[in-house]
């Protein structure tokens, strides 16, 4: 079953490299039991690439997840993340990006940043692994407006208008459950003129953690279609991480696509961060995101080294038990290929261009 390679939305590898602490000081090349993916693990699981994520953490004496959350009678809040200085976040998006490409360089050809699609199929088809350069929040790209294009030439080719807290061009989603995405206001002036430069330079905008409002705001400008690459179903889990059924529609009719995410805390109907979570809710969200906007506009966000994710899983090794698992539930070997890669592909194709 796993010489299906699958090609994942999200994940946040490079912090735990960029953070030793958090990492538990693994490296890329070495197997490790700590965090997600690493390149023997990924070779184990058949995980053949995906979207490699630029995340800036507050300053902890600042915020943290873990301190800003209280639970309520149903579920949680996590209080909101204050925005962060546009100087650091680049500095830190900087250090990731070197990050990725020292992985690149050691790697002796087994990973590659790729920059357009037919790179995509080129490295799935030769066994490479292919690492998409992502921004999750629109700070990363720091204080000067004209960054964007620059960061194009270095390989940028997916930005999050905005992660789960404020900047100068939208609003995120706090971590909120059970409550939905309608959080706060709409995309600013600016965040409206980076629609427009992401659509010129064809840069996939990525609308998870974006707030409801936001994403209206794009869905009425792009010219390109609408991506959440890390968000499942609002129906089966009510977070406000989570699509309402509006915005799959939308996603539909725009020919996008959703990733569906691996976090048990969007994944359980009851919110909870327990990694006892059976594979079959992840089974369900791509039961009910494919009855939504269709078989050719769904794939895989793991949310690797950035969630708990069902222990069944456990990391990217255990990718052939949920295809095992969509298997078993009667979906056959020519639409696993579209959900393992071939939607991802299509899409990036579509964004980038050629
Ligand atoms: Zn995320």
């Given at each position: 079953m796993n010489s299906i390679p699958v090609f994942d939305g999200h994940n946040d590898t490079l912090l735990d490299l960029y953070l030793p602490e958090r990492g538990e000081g693994r490296t890329f090349f070495e197997r490790s039991e700590a965090g997600h993916i690493d390149l023997p693990r990924a070779r184990e699981g058949g995980f053949g690439g995906g979207f490699f994520a630029c995340w800036t953490p507050n300053p902890e004496e600042e915020w943290t997840e873990e301190s800003a959350i209280s639970f309520t009678e149903d579920g949680f809040e996590v209080a909101d993340a204050p925005p962060l200085d546009p100087s650091y976040a680049r500095k830190t998006a900087d250090e990731l990006t070197k990050i990725l490409f020292r992985v690149e360089t050691g790697a002796g050809g087994q990973v590659k940043v790729v920059r357009t699609a037919r790179e995509i199929e080129a490295c799935l088809r030769e066994g490479v692994l292919a690492a998409v350069l992502h921004f999750e929040g629109a700070e990363n790209l720091g204080p000067d407006p004209g960054a964007l294009e620059d960061l194009y030439e270095v390989g940028l080719r997916s930005l999050g208008l905005a992660w789960s807290r404020p900047n100068i061009y939208g609003h995120g989603v706090p971590f909120r459950f059970p409550a939905c995405p309608d959080t706060g206001p709409g995309l600013t002036e600016a965040g409206k003129n980076l629609v427009r430069e992401c659509n010129r330079l064809g840069v996939l905008l990525d609308?998870?953690?974006?707030n409801e409002r936001g994403f209206w705001d794009v869905a009425g400008m792009t010219e390109a279609p609408l991506v959440a690459t890390h968000s499942n179903a609002y129906a089966l889990c009510p977070t406000t991480r989570n699509l309402t059924d509006r915005q799959l529609d939308a996603i539909r009719d725009s020919d996008g696509m959703v990733g569906v995410n691996f976090a048990v805390a969007f994944l359980r109907e009851d919110g909870?961060?327990?990694?006892?979570?059976?594979i079959e809710t992840v089974v369900r969200h791509v039961d009910y995101l494919v009855e939504r906007?269709?078989?050719?506009?769904v794939g895989f966000g793991s949310d690797f080294d950035g969630a708990k994710v069902p222990q069944e899983i456990g990391d990217a090794s255990g990718l052939p038990k949920l295809l095992g698992a969509l298997s078993g539930r009667g979906y056959g070997e020519g639409v696993l290929k579209k959900l393992a890669h071939e939607n991802w592909v299509r899409v990036l194709r579509a964004t980038w261009g050629g």
């Amino acid at each position: 079953m796993n010489s299906i390679p699958v090609f994942d939305g999200h994940n946040d590898t490079l912090l735990d490299l960029y953070l030793p602490e958090r990492g538990e000081g693994r490296t890329f090349f070495e197997r490790s039991e700590a965090g997600h993916i690493d390149l023997p693990r990924a070779r184990e699981g058949g995980f053949g690439g995906g979207f490699f994520a630029c995340w800036t953490p507050n300053p902890e004496e600042e915020w943290t997840e873990e301190s800003a959350i209280s639970f309520t009678e149903d579920g949680f809040e996590v209080a909101d993340a204050p925005p962060l200085d546009p100087s650091y976040a680049r500095k830190t998006a900087d250090e990731l990006t070197k990050i990725l490409f020292r992985v690149e360089t050691g790697a002796g050809g087994q990973v590659k940043v790729v920059r357009t699609a037919r790179e995509i199929e080129a490295c799935l088809r030769e066994g490479v692994l292919a690492a998409v350069l992502h921004f999750e929040g629109a700070e990363n790209l720091g204080p000067d407006p004209g960054a964007l294009e620059d960061l194009y030439e270095v390989g940028l080719r997916s930005l999050g208008l905005a992660w789960s807290r404020p900047n100068i061009y939208g609003h995120g989603v706090p971590f909120r459950f059970p409550a939905c995405p309608d959080t706060g206001p709409g995309l600013t002036e600016a965040g409206k003129n980076l629609v427009r430069e992401c659509n010129r330079l064809g840069v996939l905008l990525d609308l998870s953690h974006l707030n409801e409002r936001g994403f209206w705001d794009v869905a009425g400008m792009t010219e390109a279609p609408l991506v959440a690459t890390h968000s499942n179903a609002y129906a089966l889990c009510p977070t406000t991480r989570n699509l309402t059924d509006r915005q799959l529609d939308a996603i539909r009719d725009s020919d996008g696509m959703v990733g569906v995410n691996f976090a048990v805390a969007f994944l359980r109907e009851d919110g909870r961060e327990d990694e006892d979570t059976p594979i079959e809710t992840v089974v369900r969200h791509v039961d009910y995101l494919v009855e939504r906007v269709g078989i050719e506009r769904v794939g895989f966000g793991s949310d690797f080294d950035g969630a708990k994710v069902p222990q069944e899983i456990g990391d990217a090794s255990g990718l052939p038990k949920l295809l095992g698992a969509l298997s078993g539930r009667g979906y056959g070997e020519g639409v696993l290929k579209k959900l393992a890669h071939e939607n991802w592909v299509r899409v990036l194709r579509a964004t980038w261009g050629g």
